[in-house]
């Protein structure tokens, strides 16, 4: 049991990926997909980010005396990974705009049945 | 001096170039830099390729800071050959860019085009060249956001839907490779390959290694479009502009392939990839499938593009099968393949640009007794096509003859059956686009012109190579069984070329 609650932050990382992974999977709207897609990606950046941490450990700054400090490189690699996200969206976005102008709707089933009567 | 720094150079040329390109706005200035940016990195990936052949592995340490702390770039004859095949098909594939983008592509949209195409290609020749895992997924990145773009591009009001679709699933399969790194980067502290390799080992029992193993190969089939996991692949080369179509029908699949063997073999090893998972039967029966259900759903298409785009799943399909059997043979196959792939898929998809420049679509009604009116361009979709079947004197044949050869090694005569049956699918396929356009009449078509030079002759130089390639194979031979070999850890026969 005090593995199961110690491990807290892997069981929030793995609640909110499969949230994310589902709405991207069972959301008819474009926008909501995506929102799906970010708490998907998110989710991984709390993995990063967790993952780092050193228990007890300062921020990795020189300071005087043996401190342990927390691993700053996985940090560093989330903010590559956010930067990714910002684009991903970003995209995201600018083509439900075009998709909207091209079909005047952003709801999936729509815009199948408007290509299917094609 | 500069020859120390190739491996690096090739991605760095585009990269610049990219940028330089939303400056420019004449459509001859922008196709001449963007091709003098992808012809160098050719001739650099040729270079590297030679070097690779002769002196074994080269290492590149970015900005000085030694690995495994600073990013690496590792070129050994795998990647090296990779590089040749994504920068070649991309320099063959601009070379009719121009022509076909100015009528495809609205002309303020020229200039993003070919920035995007540059990054694309950035990130093809990064997920390639590097040795570190987490700089994988940067360019990963880089190479798909840029497709996406790409893809939005076509004409049609359904590239934007197919582009979005391809969003969504390509980002799910970062995010999954992105959580495979992150787990091994937790096992290990280390974000080298080698180093990795060195390290895993160790920990090899544990269960955190096992889901790391496994999201990374859902992630990867993702964008490698294996079977099942192929859904974005149809629409988005459907729907993209054809230039774009040819271009990452050639490369984007290739580079997802070499990606899943450099973390099977060099990162995890053979012998525990193939050992906690049922890796060999997965990617067997997911190879057959595609074979079968991607050459089935080809054949019943309305749409040229989409019916080779359905055949493109399928060759991944014979590409995965061989990487299934885990012998030279095998591998040699897949490797061959690789090259022969790109060669044929992106000699089709340019001579179905020369349609669409014609014809202004690929519908099966469109092509109706063209024969006649475009000679060139369909005898270069017939030698496509028969290469694609995988008939003697073209390069479908090689890598088709060293794949049975594979399957009968260990007695696997249903795969062989299977194979040929394969084949027997795509000639019928192929058949009916030969069919409509040489022996079905139409009145409609009379006016129509044959493609103009400038997108003719690259699609020849692709038609070309695919008969070159078939008939002389010490390259592409040498270097596919050299790394084989090499891949699995035994001896390797000398390259061809290389100073002992």
């Not at chain 1, 609650?5 to 474009?30: E, K, P, S, T």
């Not at chain 1, 993995?47 to 927390?70: E, N």
């Not at chain 2, 160098?40 to 030694?66: E, F, K, R």
Request: aromatic content about 12%; overall charge neutral; proline content about 4%.
């Amino acid at each position: 049991m005090s593995t199961f609650i110690d491990l807290y932050n892997y069981w929030i990382f793995i609640f909110l990926m499969m949230i994310g992974f589902y709405i991207v999977i069972a959301q008819g709207n474009l926008v909501k997909k995506i929102i799906g897609l970010n708490i998907f990606q998110t989710a991984v950046f709390l993995l990063y980010i967790s993952m780092g941490k050193v228990k007890g450990g300062t921020a990795p700054i020189i300071v005087a005396g043996d401190a342990s400090y927390s691993n700053p490189l996985p940090h560093v690699l989330i903010l590559t990974a956010i930067v990714v996200g910002v684009a991903t969206t970003a995209l995201a976005m600018a083509l439900i705009i075009r998709i909207r102008k091209a079909y005047g709707t952003i709801e999936e089933q729509d815009i199948h049945e408007q290509d299917a009567s094609l | 001096m500069i020859s120390s720094h190739l491996p690096v150079l090739q991605v760095i040329l585009p990269l610049i170039a990219a940028p330089l390109c939303v400056l420019l706005r004449r459509s001859s200035l922008l196709w001449l830099l963007s091709f003098s940016a992808s012809l160098g990195a050719m001739v650099i990936a040729w270079l590297l390729l030679q070097q690779a052949g002769s002196s074994g592995v080269i290492s590149y340490i970015l900005g000085g800071w030694a690995a495994p702390w600073g990013i690496e770039y590792r070129i050994d004859t795998l990647n090296a050959y990779v590089l040749l095949i994504v920068t070649a098909i991309s320099s063959v594939v601009l070379l009719a860019a121009k022509k076909s983008i100015e009528q495809e592509v609205p002309q303020q949209h020229w200039p993003m085009f070919y920035a995007s195409y540059l990054l694309c290609l950035t990130g093809l020749l990064g997920i390639t060249a590097t040795a570190d895992a987490f700089n994988v997924f940067v360019f990963l990145e880089i190479s798909s956001l840029s497709s996406y773009a790409l893809i939005s591009l076509g004409r049609d009001r359904r590239a934007l839907t197919a582009s979005y679709q391809y969003l969504v699933m390509g980002t799910i399969g970062a995010t999954f490779i992105l959580i495979g790194i992150g787990l091994l980067y937790m096992l290990t502290g280390t974000l080298n390959m080698n180093d990795l390799a060195q390290r895993l080992p160790a920990v090899a029992q544990t269960k955190t290694m096992l889901s790391a193993f496994a999201f990374l190969f859902v992630g990867i089939s993702l964008k490698l479009a294996l079977f099942p996991l192929h859904l974005w692949l149809p629409n988005a080369y459907t729907y993209a502009p054809s230039i774009v179509s040819a271009f990452l029908a050639g490369t984007a699949t290739k580079v997802a392939v070499y990606v899943l063997l450099r973390f099977i073999f060099t990162v995890f090893g053979a012998d525990y990839a193939f050992s906690v998972l049922p890796l060999a039967e997965i990617l067997m029966l997911l190879g057959v499938a595609a074979i079968l259900f991607a050459s089935l759903s080809a054949i019943y298409q309305d749409n040229i593009k989409r019916l080779f785009a359905y055949s493109s799943v399928a060759q991944l399909g014979y590409i995965t099968l061989g990487i299934s059997f885990l012998s030279v043979s095998g591998l040699s196959a897949t490797l061959l393949h690789l090259f022969n792939h790109a060669l044929m898929k992106a000699a089709l998809f340019m001579a179905l640009a020369c349609l669409l420049y014609r014809q202004g679509g690929v519908k099966f009604s469109h092509v109706k007794g063209l024969g006649r009116q475009m000679p060139w361009t369909f005898m270069a979709i017939v030698i496509g096509g028969l290469s694609l079947v995988g008939v003697p004197l073209t390069v479908g044949f090689i890598s088709k003859w060293y794949l049975i050869l594979a399957a009968i090694e260990q007695g696997h005569f249903v795969l062989v059956a299977i194979i040929l049956f394969g084949s027997l699918l795509a000639l019928v396929y192929v058949w009916r686009i030969v069919e409509q356009g040489f022996f079905s009449a139409s009145d409609d078509h009379t006016d129509v012109k044959e493609a103009p030079l400038s997108l003719l002759l690259p699609t020849w130089l692709l038609v070309l190579a695919n008969i070159w390639f078939g008939i002389d194979t010490s390259l592409t031979v040498g270097v596919a069984e050299h790394t084989a070999h090499w891949l699995l850890e035994l001896p390797a026969p000398v390259m061809p070329g290389a100073t002992p």
